[in-house]
């Protein structure tokens, strides 16, 4: 498959950590709290286990346990934060840890209907049989109730205000009504169901949550990763993870990974002392954006160059990714060019950052 699910792509850690945790498990769980940590955030030492288990996601630990008490308490948990920040892949990655199961997913969208919380039916079985258990369709939702597992809502804040409704009744209440049917017509959800539930800060005031549903989650904030350690780690570990999937042979030069990292870290200086939005870029500049720009110039390296990862490359790469509007953010990026990479260049005469320089300067006069 093109992209497996997080309790498939690292199945053979699950059983292992199944196999050796002796700690309390709570309702359903498959795994302890402890090793659902210790699955996400990497093992260490201490932990005693005689095989390690690598670092999945990286952040705060904090983050990680105060997500973890909260989906084995009764209230559902709310990751919000910026684009890019890894709110869904650590939805996933808890989702896979606690239930083996990170596929009950509903996409908020504007074309959310409460249906796709709840439940429909199947048409053609209801116009032969009538409605039934069976002619029901169940959403991802509620087949999470009915199992006690996670079931994950993506973009929460991108559904109408009805829908977000709906989700009230499930979280206070833990059951679903069905009024069409006249017997078995409440699905209760079982011990260990919970909703993990994503929200893009930077779409607050699209559909505001209302204060009785922000009251039946916890909220966990992820922030932007600045440090420019945490940030080279994650790349390099989602670019490893490319390199696999592709079957490309391809090194990732550390002068190119400094340069990649120094550009974005001078972009957010500009975007903060911007005084309109005209002066920042629209890209939120985060570490997903940086993978996609790396992705981009390891692949085009690889089928129209010689199969090693040049500046130049990658220059045209960040063009193309973050200029998304023209000319304004064509503007930015020139300026960039001129006045940062170009004094850069000048020390390093005939250097990584000379070849940068010039091979922005080529894509922005493509685009232009």
Same mark, same amino acid.
């Given at each position: 498959?093109?992209? $497996?699910? $997080? ?7 699950l059983?292992?950590?199944e196999?050796?945790?002796t700690?309390? !498990?709570?309702?359903?769980w ?6 659902v ?6 093992s260490?030492?201490?932990d005693?286990l005689?095989?390690e288990?690598?670092q999945?996601? =990286?952040?705060? &630990? ?6 973890i008490?909260t ?6 948990l709310?990751l919000?934060?910026?684009?890019g920040t890894?709110?869904?892949w650590?939805a996933?990655?808890?989702a @896979?840890?606690?239930s083996?199961?990170s ?6 969208t504007a074309g959310?209907?409460?249906d ?5 039916w199947n048409?053609?079985?209801v116009i $032969? ?6 002619s ?6 509620m087949t999470?109730m009915?199992r ?7 973009e929460?804040t991108r559904?109408?205000?009805d829908v977000q409704?709906?989700?009230i ?8 009504s ?7 017509n409440?699905?209760? @959800?079982q011990p260990?169901?919970?909703?993990? @539930?994503t929200a ?6 699209v559909?505001d949550?209302?204060?009785a549903l922000?009251?039946?989650f916890n =909220?966990?904030?992820i922030?932007?990763?600045?440090n420019?350690?945490?940030? $080279?780690e ?6 490893a993870?490319?390199? &696999?999937?592709?079957?490309?042979d391809?090194e990732l030069?550390p ?6 990292l +120094? ?7 500009a975007a903060a002392? @911007?005084t309109?939005d ?10 997903a954006e +940086?993978i ?7 692949l ?5 160059g ?6 130049a490359?990658?220059?045209?790469s ?5 200029? &998304? ?6 503007a930015i990026l020139n300026k960039?060019?001129h006045g940062?990479?170009e004094?850069r260049? !000048? +020390?390093d005469?005939?250097g990584p950052?000379?070849?940068?320089l010039?091979g ?9």
């Amino acid at each position: 498959m093109l992209r $497996a699910p $997080a309790e498939i792509k690292y199945a053979d850690e699950l059983d292992y950590l199944e196999s050796v945790d002796t700690g309390p !498990k709570p309702f359903s769980w498959r795994l302890s709290p402890r090793m659902v940590r210790i699955f996400v955030l990497g093992s260490e030492r201490s932990d005693g286990l005689d095989r390690e288990i690598p670092q999945k996601w =990286f952040g705060d &630990r904090g983050f990680v346990e105060r997500s973890i008490v909260t989906l084995a308490s009764d209230r559902g948990l709310l990751l919000i934060g910026d684009p890019g920040t890894g709110k869904s892949w650590l939805a996933e990655l808890l989702a @896979a840890a606690v239930s083996r199961n990170s596929t009950l997913v509903v996409q908020g969208t504007a074309g959310t209907t409460e249906d796709h919380i709840k439940y429909s039916w199947n048409v053609s079985m209801v116009i $032969a049989k009538g409605q039934s258990r069976e002619s029901m369709i169940p959403s991802p939702i509620m087949t999470a109730m009915e199992r006690g597992v996670i079931g994950r809502f993506e973009e929460l804040t991108r559904s109408t205000s009805d829908v977000q409704d709906a989700l009230i009744s499930i979280l206070s209440e833990k059951y679903v009504s069905i009024p069409e049917l006249d017997d078995d017509n409440i699905v209760f @959800a079982q011990p260990g169901f919970s909703i993990i @539930a994503t929200a893009n800060s930077r779409d607050r005031g699209v559909n505001d949550l209302s204060s009785a549903l922000k009251r039946r989650f916890n =909220f966990v904030r992820i922030p932007v990763v600045t440090n420019k350690k945490s940030e $080279a780690e994650i790349v390099r570990f989602r670019t490893a993870e490319l390199l &696999r999937r592709h079957q490309i042979d391809l090194e990732l030069p550390p002068t190119l990974l400094d340069i990649l990292l +120094q550009s974005f870290a001078d972009l957010r200086t500009a975007a903060a002392s @911007a005084t309109s939005d005209d002066d920042k870029l629209e890209s939120a500049l985060s570490t997903a954006e +940086q993978i996609g720009v790396l992705e981009d110039a390891i692949l085009h390296s690889r089928f129209f160059g010689d199969n090693t990862l040049k500046a130049a490359t990658l220059a045209g790469s960040l063009v193309g990714s973050l200029a &998304r509007r023209s000319p304004e953010d064509l503007a930015i990026l020139n300026k960039y060019l001129h006045g940062v990479v170009e004094p850069r260049s !000048k +020390q390093d005469e005939g250097g990584p950052w000379s070849e940068f320089l010039s091979g922005g300067r080529e894509a922005i006069a493509t685009l232009s």
